[in-house]
């Protein structure tokens, strides 16, 4: 069975990942509530999307100095 799964996941790397994040989903979905999950997955994304941000060109001291400024 192990040699089978994984034939099949280097076979189909995205049908794997895809049915992973469901299964995910689902578990979540089941034992904290929707808006749970819902609100989780918000801000992971939130949290990826800061990070890409401080990752980018823009560094993290623009990032501060913008909200800084959007603060005034």
């Known amino acids: 069975m192990g ?3 994984k ?3 280097k076979a189909n790397p995205a ?3 895809g049915g992973a994040v469901g299964l ?3 578990i979540l979905i089941l034992t904290i509530n929707f808006w749970r999950t819902l609100l ?3 801000l ?3 949290g990826i999307y800061i990070g890409h941000r401080v990752d980018s060109e823009k560094g ?3 990032i501060i100095e913008y909200v800084l ?3 005034r």
Request: charge should be positive.
């Open 3 to 5: 040699e089978w799964l």
């Open 7 to 9: 034939k099949t996941v």
């Open 15 to 17: 049908k794997t990942v």
């Open 24 to 26: 995910v989903l689902a």
């Open 40 to 42: 989780l997955l918000i």
């Open 44 to 46: 992971i994304g939130t």
């Open 60 to 62: 993290f001291v623009r």
């Open 69 to 71: 400024n959007k603060l």
